[in-house]
């Protein structure tokens, strides 16, 4: 019997990059792999949800050790695609598939703001640097690269609800909590529940939100985990996000988007994937927009995210919402 081809995926972070795996790893297995995941550790759990991954490795703990063990790939496929992973992988005495980022072009698209320099979807790029792997899965199988949540004891509100994410690696991807106060005393009259998703740096945001605006709001941010965070999002009628790792879950569910964007924009590449009809993308008057991929501004910046038009984000709430029973 024939030992199953290995292949080593490396994605170090963050929650966002590694949902956007997802469909890589589901095809690797599809295709006959076994896929196992090299990552952060402080991202491990997200890894555990990425369907087609067999094993999970941390960049911290294990990497040293790796070289040197009884672990054999057939190939590496190197999604992270910085000189760090680079020098890394080319340690193996075994081919090396490289995610190569668009270091100038994207530099061009935030000088110049031209939507003739969008970038391919960062999932298409990836599966790109896969397809010598994927060679022989035809283009119209059919792959479910649906996260794979286990069971969680979140108690969720009743649904139908609206999941509202005020979180936001940097300045450039969060509203502020008097912006997030005049948006979701809006969304509250289209008299949905409303669940706010966050971690433990926005815990302190959402008790304030939650507190004075009523009892239609539970604040899940800092009391949950990350696979709980997905589960609140995955059971929502619709996502209202930055550009934040738990948007980029809520696609991977196909669930409704409001997407905001500030210091970041859809044409770096990042818009929620796959592209669906019911995603609505608000995006920022700022001169600024986009600044920077991952949203750090500069101190002398603006934040992007003060010109968003928060008017539109109830208006196409209730959009998207039309037909569907509130409670």
Known sequence: MSEVPSILVVRLSAI????????????????????????????????????????????????????????????????QGTGKSKRWCKQWDVPVHTFN?????????????????????????????????????????????????PPVSTVLPQAPYMAVVIGGSYTGKRLSYEAWRTVIGDLLKIGMPIALVGGPEEAGVGESLEQPLGSGITNYCGTTTIIEGMAVVAGAALVISGDTGFMHAAA?????????????????????????LDHHEIISKSFWTPASKHG??????????????LEEIAITAQQLLKGKTAP
Request: charged letters at 25%.
């Open 16 to 79: 966002g990059d590694l949902i956007l795996t997802a469909p890589v790893t589901a095809r690797l297995k599809a295709k006959g792999y076994r896929v196992v995941l090299l990552c952060k550790d402080a991202y491990r759990s997200v890894g555990t949800v990425l369907p087609g991954v067999d094993e999970i490795l941390s960049w911290e703990k294990d990497r040293s050790q790796l070289l040197g063990s009884s672990n054999t790939f057939t190939a590496i496929l190197d999604l």
């Open 101 to 149: 980022k668009p270091y100038v072009r994207r530099v061009l698209l935030l000088l110049t703001k031209s939507s003739k320099l969008a970038l391919k979807p960062v999932v298409d790029r990836y599966l790109d640097a896969a397809a010598p792997l994927l060679k022989g899965l035809e283009s119209d199988t059919i792959v479910d690269d649906q996260l794979e949540l």
């Open 252 to 276: 991977n569910f196909r669930k409704p988007i409001i997407s905001l964007w500030g210091g970041t924009h859809p044409a770096l590449g990042f818009a929620p994937w796959p592209k669906q």
């Open 296 to 309: 750090k501004l500069p101190f002398w910046m603006p934040n992007p995210m003060k010109k968003l038009p």
